[in-house]
Nanobody, 128 residues
Framework: QVQLVESGGGLVQPGSSLRLSCAAS????????IGWFRQAPGKEREGVSC????????YYVDAVKGRFTISRDNAKNTVYLQINSLKPEDTAVYYC?????????????????????WGQGTQVTVSS
């Protein structure tokens, strides 16, 4: 059974950092593309990053380049999203998603319809 479990969210001050985790089970990371999404209150879910299963290539939307870093630990079957210099506009529920048995991130990796499985999300709130 495929399962994704996010953790690491919380209430933080602007300028701080967080590392979100996405623990996967029921499949292995090296044959799946994993994406991170976020959904702010009253807004649509938006894709922010993806990491390929075959070679670990990473992709970011322009809005988060330079502040977000996606990585993975195959031994722990876990994907991470490091977020630095947090801003109030980063406040959202963050989700990870998997496209299983697809080695690489698609060109449309930022589109939710690409992914087969989703986690339950972890809340990130940035406020002073």
């Amino acid at each position: 059974q495929v399962q994704l479990v996010e953790s690491g969210g919380g209430l933080v001050q602007p300028g701080s950092s967080l590392r979100l985790s996405c623990a996967a089970s029921g499949f292995t990371l090296d044959n799946s593309a994993i994406g991170w999404f976020r959904q702010a209150p009253g807004k649509e879910r938006e894709g922010v990053s993806c990491i390929s299963g075959s070679d670990g290539s990473t992709y970011y939307v322009d809005a988060v380049k330079g502040r977000f870093t996606i990585s993975r630990d195959n031994a722990k079957n876990t994907v991470y999203l490091q977020i630095n210099s947090l801003k109030p506009e980063d406040t959202a529920v963050y989700y990870c998603a998997a496209e299983v048995l697809t080695l690489d991130c698609r060109v449309s990796y930022y589109s939710a319809e690409v992914y087969d499985y989703w986690g339950q999300g972890t809340q990130v709130t940035v406020s002073s």
